[in-house]
């Protein structure tokens, strides 16, 4: 009599544990890119270089959920970015999401995900900026090169914020918000290093528009000058903000996007500004083949002295596969004027935070490889 309901009890207990895995996922997941590059001047000489994460960014990473009933998941995700070419989490045009080689550097958060209060996350996240408006740029359709000079405003996602939390609404109407506040984690001055941003979202058919603001404190992340947010050199202020408008709209195959941001540093010298006006656009020529283009205006003024960026980039990516395509791609860059003393690095070129400086007025970038998502 004990053997069979041993046999029982077991029998159940294997129910319960088969429900609770069905009810669980974890899913290993990643994108590599790797390719050719070519930039006719850095600091002054012609460069080749195999690159890592020229169009979309070279990563993998781990997200699941557990399902805890009455609508309601834990979440969680882990993802680190790194260089194709060697393996390191860094290096040139890697585009990691982080100015450090940590292992999880582009993400790593758990939170619970409520189908009625939205979704509440802590950890390792990005900012509203790079949430609601990135999508909306070129550099967040998977370009990186077409970020903005010095990834200024973060719109090509080069840093995350530690300590955060995050809050994202649900979808009420194609309408969705959302707020994060990085934690300075510093004893004795609660403000210094903190970050914090709010965003908001309206979708409706064809049409995406976005607005976001962020707000970062002493110590906490600011602009890459020099050369990229791996290796370049961090230029930061007592005080940076950084808000921006955007929107895309959808006719056929072909979307077009419009967006302005301004970042301004405060007590970096006196005082920095950027604007940036970016419009781009994607075309599907045809179900395998899309083009893609954009162009930006960067207005900056360091003190009384104003400079000028012009970038424009153009590329072709060509799928091969529903996971695997082959890209071409070119950026140019035309700067004009140059920063006081005080501003160290802004002189010249800057491609998209990521191509390494010419200290000239012109620069060309050209890159073809091939990517896998999986």
């Given at each position: 009599?004990?053997?069979?309901?041993?046999?029982?009890?077991?029998?159940?207990?294997?129910?319960?544990?088969?429900?609770?895995?069905?009810?669980?996922?974890v899913t290993l997941y990643g994108s590599l890119d790797a390719?050719?590059?070519?930039?006719?001047?850095?600091?002054?000489?012609?460069?080749?270089?195999?690159?890592?994460?020229?169009?979309?960014?070279?990563?993998?990473?781990?997200?699941?959920?557990?399902?805890l009933g009455g609508g309601n998941r834990a979440i969680f995700?882990?993802?680190?970015?790194?260089?194709?070419?060697?393996?390191?989490?860094?290096?040139?045009?890697?585009?990691?999401?982080?100015?450090?080689?940590?292992?999880?550097?582009?993400?790593?958060?758990?939170?619970?995900?409520?189908?009625?209060?939205?979704?509440?996350?802590?950890?390792?996240?990005?900012?509203?900026?790079?949430?609601?408006?990135?999508?909306?740029?070129?550099?967040?359709?998977?370009?990186?090169?077409?970020?903005?000079?010095?990834?200024?405003?973060?719109?090509?996602?080069?840093?995350?914020?530690?300590n955060a939390i995050k809050y994202e609404s649900l979808n009420?109407?194609?309408?969705?918000?959302?707020?994060?506040?990085?934690?300075?984690?510093?004893?004795?001055?609660?403000?210094?290093?903190?970050?914090?941003?709010?965003?908001?979202?309206?979708?409706?058919?064809?049409?995406?528009?976005?607005?976001?603001?962020?707000?970062?404190?002493?110590?906490?992340?600011?602009?890459?000058?020099?050369?990229?947010?791996?290796?370049?050199?961090?230029?930061?202020?007592?005080?940076?903000?950084?808000?921006?408008?955007?929107?895309?709209?959808?006719?056929?195959?072909?979307?077009?996007?419009?967006?302005?941001?301004?970042?301004?540093?405060?007590?970096?010298?006196?005082?920095?500004?950027?604007?940036?006006?970016?419009?781009?656009?994607?075309?599907?020529?045809?179900?395998?083949?899309?083009?893609?283009?954009?162009?930006?205006?960067?207005?900056?003024?360091?003190?009384?002295?104003?400079?000028?960026?012009?970038?424009?980039?153009?590329?072709?990516?060509?799928?091969?596969?529903?996971?695997?395509?082959?890209?071409?791609?070119?950026?140019?860059?035309?700067?004009?004027?140059?920063?006081?003393?005080?501003?160290?690095?802004?002189?010249?070129?800057?491609?998209?935070?990521?191509?390494?400086?010419?200290?000239?007025?012109?620069?060309?970038?050209?890159?073809?490889?091939?990517?896998?998502?999986?």
């Amino acid at each position: 009599m004990n053997f069979k309901m041993t046999l029982a009890a077991a029998a159940v207990a294997g129910l319960f544990s088969a429900g609770a895995y069905a009810q669980s996922s974890v899913t290993l997941y990643g994108s590599l890119d790797a390719g050719i590059g070519y930039v006719n001047k850095v600091g002054g000489e012609p460069l080749w270089a195999q690159t890592s994460g020229a169009l979309s960014n070279t990563y993998f990473g781990l997200r699941g959920a557990e399902d805890l009933g009455g609508g309601n998941r834990a979440i969680f995700k882990l993802e680190s970015g790194f260089n194709i070419g060697n393996g390191a989490f860094g290096g040139w045009l890697a585009n990691i999401a982080g100015a450090g080689n940590g292992m999880f550097n582009r993400q790593a958060y758990v939170g619970l995900q409520s189908s009625t209060y939205g979704t509440f996350t802590l950890g390792r996240q990005y900012d509203s900026i790079t949430d609601y408006l990135s999508p909306l740029s070129l550099a967040g359709k998977g370009v990186n090169l077409a970020a903005h000079p010095f990834n200024n405003d973060n719109i090509g996602a080069q840093y995350a914020i530690n300590n955060a939390i995050k809050y994202e609404s649900l979808n009420y109407a194609g309408f969705h918000f959302g707020g994060m506040y990085g934690f300075s984690n510093s004893p004795g001055n609660f403000a210094n290093g903190r970050q914090w941003s709010v965003g908001a979202g309206y979708e409706n058919g064809p049409l995406k528009v976005a607005a976001a603001y962020d707000q970062k404190n002493n110590g906490a992340a600011g602009i890459a000058t020099g050369a990229n947010a791996d290796s370049g050199t961090w230029l930061q202020a007592e005080t940076q903000r950084t808000f921006g408008v955007g929107g895309n709209y959808s006719f056929g195959p072909a979307t077009a996007g419009l967006m302005w941001t301004r970042s301004k540093l405060q007590n970096v010298g006196s005082s920095l500004r950027f604007d940036n006006i970016e419009a781009s656009g994607v075309y599907g020529l045809t179900p395998t083949l899309a083009l893609v283009g954009s162009y930006t205006f960067t207005y900056g003024r360091a003190d009384d002295v104003s400079l000028r960026w012009h970038s424009a980039a153009l590329g072709a990516d060509y799928s091969l596969s529903k996971r695997t395509d082959f890209y071409v791609a070119g950026v140019y860059q035309h700067a004009t004027g140059y920063a006081p003393a005080g501003y160290s690095g802004l002189g010249g070129t800057n491609i998209a935070g990521m191509i390494p400086s010419s200290n000239t007025q012109n620069q060309v970038g050209v890159v073809t490889g091939v990517r896998m998502k999986f």
